[in-house]
């Protein structure tokens, strides 16, 4: 009896392994369960109660933010959908002068935070900076009242910067799609006589749609996420209405209930959208298509062209890039770099490594779990894994503080009985609820890039490695790695920027005396010393720009937008 049950033993350890992948789905499962907590410990929290700052955050904050960021998110959505998705169409329809370098630098502002574009527009708009100063002098005016200039710290102004720095999300999704369309549709248009305008809005602009919702859905939610830019331009967003309430008000509960009705609204909005468009299908085989021939414009036309594709990153990376060097030269030929930047540097990119490896291998895992139950449970998984993309950096620090001193204390409680020393903070003085933070919001654009890179390897090659013996484990280092490199470090290098520049998680989560670049800045302009803040705000710029050109220079635009796109696409959230 006992020799006929070790075979069954193993043949049943072999198909948990093996053909069914259980312990990859065990493992994904464990990781979608750690995205998850935030949000059911965000509804414990806000089922407390705030007692009688409820009443008043609904007849008075509530609304007001309600409004505000449904204004600010209208406006970014729109600007950003006509920046990317004009500038898209630019370098894939038409050859000009530049066109090879606008291709790549278009991806620039991706390399600068909100928060700095804000800090470095402040000052230069400001009635006594370089543009008001300049104008005056050319005017023969003495006295800032007697010029008018539009005021930045406006609606108006925060919907700009915004667009001017988040529009590479639709251009990157639309270049892709721009790219792999089909030639022959817009061939066949223009013998039938019509203009290369009238095709893009006929023809291009609504087969671009998916890309074009998939990029501003991201963008939108990179808007929704600030802290730092709202704050610095006076427009109070829900995000920065959760931070005052939990900061200036000292109510977590009170910011746990704003904060769950923003991630209501969040998700509400993603179900609407993929619900309007689940009868539509947009196919096309990018095998057989030939790229589209782009139409030669040379002269004054070319020129002109290439000013206005160059507009964007003249406004979203250049003027702000160049007045941070300008300041922060200023800066060290004054006072030096002080020890204090070296050390934040140090901590920040220690920070963001630490969570990068964390994110890409966890992501690694889920995805590879969803290739091997791809229409079970793998699927919803993903989907699961992928939340934290929608919540913004501020919700999640308000769902895992909690939590986490809850089982620091635990921790020590447990060793101070044992071995009566009490290990105090042990997990949020350790930066681990940053890591753990930065893990979570950002795990879907590891999950989204690698799965998009999975499908590109044939699954030939997994039922041949099956039928040769082999189990998950092997077949994914001997195979799928090897292929996998590029996706991987291009999902790794995503990452690494968006964790360098995050700031509300950051700013909340940090241990004591632990400050980065992105905090160092965010208190300098607080002060109103938005000089004093220049180094750090260009050491992250510089940072964040080597990963982007990288990018740009040596991957194609579909790989590139593998890792946010797949987010929102393929309906991971």
Not at 524 to 551: H, K, N, Q
Request: charged share 15%; glycine share 8%; aromatic share 8%.
């Amino acid at each position: 009896m006992a020799d006929t049950e070790e075979p069954r033993r193993a043949l049943s350890l072999d198909r948990w392994r093996g053909a069914d992948g259980g312990v990859w789905l065990l493992f994904a499962g464990v990781v979608a369960l750690l995205v998850l907590a935030p949000v059911i410990s965000l509804g414990l929290i806000a089922s407390r109660g705030s007692g009688d700052l409820w009443p008043h955050l609904i007849e008075n904050v509530i609304p007001v933010a309600f409004r505000v960021t449904f204004i600010l998110l209208l406006g970014v959505g729109v600007l950003v959908t006509a920046i990317g998705a004009g500038t898209a169409w630019l370098v894939t329809a038409y050859d000009f002068p530049g066109r090879r370098i606008l291709d790549w630098a278009l991806l620039l502002p991706l390399a600068v935070p909100t928060y700095i574009v804000a800090y470095a527009y402040l000052d230069i708009l400001h009635p006594i900076g370089p543009v008001q100063t300049t104008l005056r002098a050319i005017l023969g005016l003495t006295s800032p009242r007697d010029l008018w200039f539009p005021e930045i710290r406006s609606m108006a102004g925060c919907i700009i910067l915004f667009s001017l720095v988040l529009y590479p999300y639709v251009y990157l999704s639309t270049r892709a799609l721009f790219l792999m369309q089909a030639a022959g549709l817009v061939e066949a248009a223009e013998t039938l006589g019509a203009r290369r305008r009238p095709v893009f809005f006929r023809i291009a602009l609504p087969l671009a749609r998916p890309a074009i919702v998939v990029g501003t859905s991201l963008a939108l939610m990179e808007a929704l996420n600030d802290v730092g830019a709202s704050e610095f331009l006076g427009i109070r967003t829900l995000t920065v209405s959760i931070y005052s309430t939990w900061i200036n008000r000292s109510s977590l509960p009170g910011a746990a209930q704003i904060a769950l009705l923003m991630l209501f609204i969040i998700v509400t909005l993603i179900v609407v959208e993929r619900w309007a468009r689940r009868k539509q299908r947009f196919t096309g085989s990018a095998q057989r298509s030939q790229p589209l021939v782009p139409r030669q414009l040379t002269g004054v036309r070319g020129w002109a062209t290439f000013l206005l594709g160059a507009l964007p990153v003249l406004l979203g990376f250049v003027v702000p890039a160049s007045y941070l060097v300008n300041e922060a030269w200023k800066r060290i030929r004054f006072n030096g770099i002080a020890p204090s930047i070296l050390t934040e540097t140090g901590n920040t990119i220690l920070i963001s490594s630490i969570a990068t490896v964390f994110t890409v291998c966890l992501g690694l895992a889920v995805a590879y779990a969803a290739r091997l139950n791809r229409h079970g449970i793998g699927s919803v998984l993903v989907r699961t894994a992928s939340l934290g993309y929608a919540l913004p950096g501020t919700v999640l620090a308000i769902s895992i503080l909690t939590p986490l001193a809850n089982l620091d204390n635990l921790i020590s409680g447990f060793s101070q009985e044992l071995f009566g020393v009490s290990t105090g903070l042990l997990i949020s003085g350790s930066g681990a609820a940053l890591v753990y933070a930065y893990t979570t919001r950002f795990l879907a654009i590891s999950v989204g890039g690698i799965e998009a890179g999975f499908e590109k390897i044939p699954r030939s090659l997994d039922h041949s490695a099956r039928s040769l013996g082999h189990t998950p484990g092997p077949v994914l280092r001997a195979i799928h790695l090897p292929l996998l490199r590029p996706t991987i470090g291009a999902a790794a290098l995503l990452v690494f920027v968006d964790c360098m520049k995050e700031l509300p998680a950051t700013l909340l989560l940090r241990p004591l005396n632990f400050e980065t670049l992105a905090t160092h800045l965010y208190a300098e302009a607080s002060r109103g010393t938005y000089e004093d803040g220049a180094v750090a705000a260009l050491a992250i710029v510089l940072f964040g720009l080597f990963p982007v050109i990288l990018l740009a220079r040596f991957a194609r635009p579909a790989a590139l937008t593998g890792g946010r796109a797949a987010i929102v696409a393929d309906g991971h959230l």
